[in-house]
């Protein structure tokens, strides 16, 4: 293989083509949605699954249990496909199909707004988020949960730390291909997913990361950027809901 060509899941250094950010405006109803959004699910499955923070490439349904995923990093899977363990064989953890379904119902929510940054025609980063009530993302961040492992009083934390606000910009995603991070593009993303919450009448963001180990969003917007901590999950991850007002948010723009 010429040395410089680099694999699927740990890509070459890119082109010298322009890099450019823009919104994402297909509706989640057009028929084409799937097929449009399917570049912006493949990047997502690469960073997530090749990150060392989620190591979200490959797992073993037999041997995961709820809370603790048997789970590999793409860049260490099995190479013969079959769990060490078990010897079952083992999945994506992000299944396209799943991305793609996950986006729809997204991006059909409230004030709905996804970024995606583009090198030529290559999708290499893509962010998104809608807005929720204080009683809604409780829902959302809790969905699916057993009790013993639910962010406790999200809803009445946000109301106490945000009094008067009913509706708050949610940062779902945020995901940029590895060897394109750490030169701004990354803020580039969150800029333009910002102008578009910014155009609607939403003034506090909520997000969620993870201290074990810790997310670059964890180092970003809580260490560097000072957001707020509204509560923590039980859970060996670490996770963990934050906020900071847009006024605050703009300032680092
Ligand atoms: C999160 C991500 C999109 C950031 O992209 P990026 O292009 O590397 O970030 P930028 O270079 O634009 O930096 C944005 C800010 O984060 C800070 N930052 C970025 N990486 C950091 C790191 N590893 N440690 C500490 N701070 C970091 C930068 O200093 C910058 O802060 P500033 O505005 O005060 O200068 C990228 O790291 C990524 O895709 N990570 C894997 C997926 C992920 O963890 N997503 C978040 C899930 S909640
Ligand atoms: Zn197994």
């Not at 789970?71 to 060490?84: M, Q, T």
């Not at 030529?120 to 809790?142: K, M, Q, R, Y």
């Not at 492992?149 to 009094?163: E, F, I, K, N, S």
């Not at 609607?200 to 917007?221: G, I, Q």
């Amino acid at each position: 293989m010429d040395a410089h060509a680099g694999t699927d899941h740990h890509p070459a250094a890119s082109s010298a083509l322009p890099i450019d950010a823009s919104l994402f405006e297909v509706s989640p109803d057009d028929p084409m949605f799937d097929r449009e959004a399917r570049p912006i699910a493949k990047c997502y499955q690469l960073v997530f699954g090749t990150d060392r923070a989620w190591s979200e490439g490959k797992i073993c349904h037999a041997c995961s249990r709820p809370g603790a995923p048997k789970k590999w990093n793409f860049l260490d899977a099995p190479p013969d496909g079959r769990c060490s363990d078990c010897g079952g064989e083992v999945a994506d953890f992000w299944p396209i199909s799943q991305i793609l379904a996950d986006m729809r119902q997204e991006l059909a929510r409230p004030d709905a707004v996804c970024a995606v940054l583009r090198q030529g025609e290559a999708v290499i980063g893509g962010c998104w988020g809608f807005s929720a009530t204080p009683e809604g993302l409780d829902e959302h961040l809790n969905h699916g949960l057993a009790a013993h492992v639910c962010a406790p009083d999200v809803a009445a934390t946000l109301r106490a730390m945000y009094p008067g606000v009913e509706r708050f910009a949610y940062q779902d995603e945020i995901f940029l291909r590895p060897e394109f991070q750490r030169q701004g593009l990354g803020k580039r993303l969150f800029a333009a997913r910002h102008a578009g919450f910014a155009a609607r009448d939403l003034a506090v963001y909520v997000m969620r990361t993870k201290r074990n180990p810790p997310s670059t969003s964890y180092r970003w917007f809580r260490d560097g950027w000072g957001y707020r901590t509204v509560t923590d999950y039980p859970d060996a991850d670490q996770r963990v809901i934050l906020a900071h007002t847009f006024e605050a948010v703009s300032r680092r723009l």
